[in-house]
């Protein structure tokens, strides 16, 4: 299986910080997809963005930007001055075949008032 | 529509006995997905559906484990002779049959404790 690794189990910081949470994807394939997805307390994962492997263009939305570096196979996703609503679990995913979603571990992160 | 429905949210049952979940897609999405998760870690696929078809099954769905999606609308994941290790979360999830676009949209998921 081509695995998505979520080094950082947990990150706490306090409100305003910035926070970077890394995503590292294995694959073989030419063309992929890879995803961002928040999943709150309530349970339900939230989808946040869908990235080709053929656009390599960071993307900004808001507070959220996301950092893809093909050549290291890494799919980094950055929160600009952290909000207590951004408290969460944040998983990393790429598509498996064409259907399924392979997901890393996923990072809590924390934001402290 | 308000998105997708998962019930029961929480299922609390006996080591051996059967469950059974629903989960309703949105109207429109033809494509229906299975994923349990573990705690601590990231969902993991079990199964999908379009419409009553069920094209693709990981290894992870044993053979106590049966989705239906019978008329093409919502979906039923049944676990029979149940274990604790199938305690997790369960999260249904569908999307419109585009391509590889991939868009999904989840449940909230059933939560099974195996006592």
């Known amino acids: 299986a081509q695995k998505v690794t979520q080094a950082q189990t947990e990150i706490s910081v306090v409100e305003k910080e910035d926070v970077t949470l890394d995503c590292v994807y294995e694959?073989?394939?030419?063309?992929?997809?890879l995803f961002w997805y928040k999943q709150p307390p309530s349970g339900e994962l939230v989808f946040l963005i869908r990235?080709?492997?053929?656009?390599?263009q960071n993307e900004i939305s808001g507070r959220y930007s996301w950092n893809f570096q093909k050549s290291t196979s890494s799919f980094n996703f950055t929160i600009t001055a952290s909000q207590v609503v951004d408290s969460a679990v944040y998983f990393c995913a790429r598509n498996t075949g064409r259907r399924a979603l392979t997901f890393g571990s996923g990072t809590r992160l924390q934001v402290q008032p | 529509d308000t998105g997708v429905s998962q019930d029961p949210r929480h299922k609390i049952t006996k080591r051996g006995q059967n469950v059974t979940f629903r989960c309703d897609p949105i109207?429109?999405?033809?494509?229906l997905y299975w994923y349990r998760q573990t705690l601590g870690q990231g969902p993991e696929f079990l199964t999908y559906f379009q419409n009553e078809a069920q094209l693709e099954k990981s290894r992870l769905l044993s053979d106590r484990f049966s989705a239906e999606r019978p008329k093409g609308s919502f979906s039923t994941l049944e676990i029979q002779r149940t274990e604790q290790g199938d305690s997790a979360m369960y999260l249904c999830?569908?999307?419109?049959?585009?391509?590889?676009?991939?868009?999904?949209?989840f449940g909230s998921g059933t939560r099974l404790t195996v006592v």
């Open positions: 109207s429109e999405h033809n494509r």
């Open positions: 694959t073989r394939d030419t063309t992929y997809y």
């Open positions: 990235r080709n492997s053929f656009d390599e």
């Open positions: 999830a569908s999307s419109l049959a585009t391509g590889l676009n991939y868009g999904y949209t």
